[in-house]
């Protein structure tokens, strides 16, 4: 069943504090409060927590249980293949977690007889590349004191185009949804390499899952827009 699960308070609800939150990002970086008493662990510490957030959002793309409930699809298992689908009775089948019907080709992208779903192996790559940049700075000593602020500055930027990728498409909305990942790994590094305390990087860490949460909504809202929009009858992602 296509639940209208957010309505337009709610995201914009959503879309305000997220706007909020980066200008808060945007304070520290102009205005660095300081800090004193630097918590001695605190790398370790945050290093550990994104790290974790991060595998957790990679095993998170490869179910599809789960990328079925972000796009809230009613879904049917065909046989042992998980990734077809049943909708529009039998005719129409899911790939790349999404419906086959043609209203949504440009959030999938085609190699050779494969199809993919843009958003899904974004987020995947994105995952990968901050993983292992965390791993690089919390855990192997690379430091960026220089570059702290311009790291912010490019983690904004990407942090606000991820929030927007459903407005691009295909390999568009793929690149989009990778600098999404980057630019939460950006702005976290360059906070904690700026203001170098714990609080602030669990503040930031906060805000991080919550950009994720609403960008996950900005996304269901809009599988919601383009079914409502289909005319499809007996459409079994509607009903």
Known sequence: MFQQHKNKSDIKY???VSVIGL???FVLTVFPPTVTGDFPWRKTVIGVIFSIFCVLGILAV????QCGKIINLKKKTVGS????????????????HHPTCGMFDAHIFRIKDKTWCAACIGLLIGGLLALAGA?????GGWHVAEHSSLMILLGTVGVSFGLFQFKFKNLIRLFMNVIFVLGTLFILIGVDEL????FFDLFV???I??????RISLSQWDHEVICSGCETENCSFRE
């Open 81 to 96: 293949d998980s990734a077809k689908l049943v909708s529009h009775g039998t005719s129409t089948v899911l790939q790349g």
């Open 23 to 25: 200008l808060l990002v």
């Open 195 to 198: 203001v170098r305390s714990l």
């Open 14 to 16: 959503q879309i305000l």
């Open 209 to 214: 899952v919550f950009w994720l949460f609403t």
């Open 62 to 65: 490869f179910s599809s249980n």
């Open 135 to 139: 791993s690089v700075y919390f855990f």
């Open 205 to 207: 860490f906060s805000l």
